[in-house]
């Protein structure tokens, strides 16, 4: 996997399998040009290392020049196709091929016709290394096509995402077609935050504590803060309504996320029924809840150890860490009960190094 700015990308076509594509549109166009000087036209930016390696193994007399346009911005096309890098000039008679990296839709190869009929070239051809048969308008021939590929954002190989991914060899896609939302259980001192990190990060999602959301209200003065502050300075438990109040502002300020886990939250069954409102509303809902498991002893141990370095009072005494046990475990039960009716509830086995969980846990999120 590979992430480039917000998004996370997973291998899809090796430099072997690329290369063969390359040599294979070399091989028919020699057949057909070898015995003219053809000029080839790379279509920039993503062309360049495509057009690279076909002149490598097109061993013959050529001319090579480039154009520029530009459609799109980020992952999506603009609809607008913008010539940056005219035709060449001096092409009047001759043979022209344009060297495309990847034909979608056809629009910027209905520009690129539009160029090249107003020149007085000889004939002009279209190469494309990837062709994304299922969207493409069919207006125009495609002469020479490498593979053919479904529609899915592709970098790498002279593609990219907002300007980065187009250096590596091989060609990677967008690994989050859907949004995936966890729940994520675990006793205290059983990894939580540690494997939260892991899975935001190959995952692309938003991970939401509920403490950091309820400490960065208070601190910065929100009106939800301010409010639940208030129930906190009187004793009172914050109602659910103010939480959730919380978690739809941390879900609203992440519209591009590919997904939530949710650390802290939902406590208890009547707060699961809400953020399944909340999160319906949406259209959006929890694909899965995952509990790390681990026993109680093993956990104790490393309480203990933690907190002779961080200085928490709380993981000192092992009768404060058990009661803390036995909380959860009683606020868990109904959870685990009501999730389990939805099919949703997994337990992974939470003791090991911190790769080997990360592994377990991506076993259950990759089948979602």
Avoid: W
Avoid at 35 to 57: E, H, Q, Y
Avoid at 88 to 117: A, Q, Y
Avoid at 238 to 259: F, H, Q, R, S
């Amino acid at each position: 996997m590979i992430k480039l700015h917000d998004k996370v990308f997973k291998p899809y076509l090796k430099e072997e399998e690329i290369l063969a594509a390359v040599k294979r549109i070399a091989s028919e166009i020699t057949a057909d040009y070898k015995d003219d000087t053809p000029i080839f036209v790379g279509v920039l930016n993503g062309a360049f290392m495509f057009v690279s390696d076909f002149l490598k193994a097109y061993q013959h007399p050529c001319q090579v020049s480039f154009v520029r346009l530009s459609s799109y911005q980020g992952l999506t096309s603009t609809g607008i196709v913008e010539t940056l890098l005219d035709v060449p000039e001096d092409i009047e008679g001759r043979s022209v091929i344009i060297l495309e990296d990847v034909i979608d839709t056809g629009r910027t190869l209905k520009k690129l016709v539009h160029l090249f009929s107003q020149t007085n070239a000889k004939e002009f051809k279209i190469a494309s290394l990837f062709y994304k048969s299922d969207i493409y308008n069919g207006e125009y021939t495609i002469d020479y096509v490498g593979m053919e590929i479904p529609d899915t954002f592709i970098v790498g190989y002279g593609l990219d995402y907002k300007e980065l991914g187009r250096n590596l060899r091989e060609v990677y896609q967008l690994n989050q077609t859907t949004m995936i939302n966890l729940v994520l259980f675990g006793k205290p001192g059983a990894g939580k935050g540690t494997q939260a990190d892991v899975l935001k990060e190959k995952y692309n999602l938003k991970h939401i504590s509920t403490g950091d959301v309820f400490r960065y209200n208070i601190k910065n003065g929100t009106e939800l803060g301010k409010l639940a502050k208030s129930f906190m300075d009187r004793g009172d438990l914050v109602p659910d309504e103010v939480t959730i109040d919380m978690l739809k502002e941390e879900v609203e300020k992440n519209p591009d996320a590919a997904g939530f886990i949710f650390d802290g939250f939902p406590r208890t069954t009547a707060q699961a029924e809400a953020l399944d409102n909340f999160l319906g509303s949406k259209d959006m809902e929890i694909n899965a809840t995952i509990a790390l498991e681990a026993d109680d002893n093993i956990l104790v141990a490393r309480l203990l150890e933690r907190g002779k370095l961080s200085g928490r009072t709380d993981d000192q005494d092992e009768g404060k860490i058990r009661n803390r046990f036995d909380e959860y475990n009683q606020k868990t039960a109904p959870l685990k009960a009501y999730y389990e009716k939805q099919g949703k509830f997994h337990s992974v086995n939470g003791i090991g190094e911190i790769s080997e969980i990360s592994e377990r846990l991506g076993a259950v999120v990759d089948t979602l």
